[in-house]
């Protein structure tokens, strides 16, 4: 009889620390969340600007992302169109 009112005691213990941790960590992550989104930046709303092209760049005469009739029957468009792109790395690795 002892022994099982031992275990009982023991068992509830576990039970109420396992409660007890799961919710300091459940509180803990809400507190955290809470703080990111006071400080987070808010998300982009106007226009995108237009891009700024360098004195070299080879660009659309059409649309972002369209060209001409003009530039498809002279194969204009062929060498490709480089606005607002920058080389920042590359990387020549096996079977490149």
């Known amino acids: 009889m002892n022994k099982q009112r031992l275990g009982r005691a023991f068992a509830i213990a576990a039970v109420a620390l396992l409660a007890l941790l ?19 930046p808010l998300p982009w709303t106007a226009p995108v600007p237009k891009a700024t092209c360098g004195r070299l760049d080879r660009t659309e005469g059409g ?13 204009k468009s062929e060498g ?17």
Do not use: D, I, M
Not at 63 to 75: H, I, M
Not at 80 to 96: H, I, K, R
């Open 63 to 75: 649309l972002q992302g369209q060209t001409t009739p003009g530039e498809r029957s002279s194969s």
């Open 80 to 96: 490709g169109y480089n606005c607002n792109l920058e080389l920042v790395g590359q990387f020549q690795g096996e079977g490149a």
């Open 22 to 40: 799961l919710s300091a960590s459940t509180l803990s992550s809400k507190q955290t969340n809470s703080g990111q989104n006071a400080t987070a």
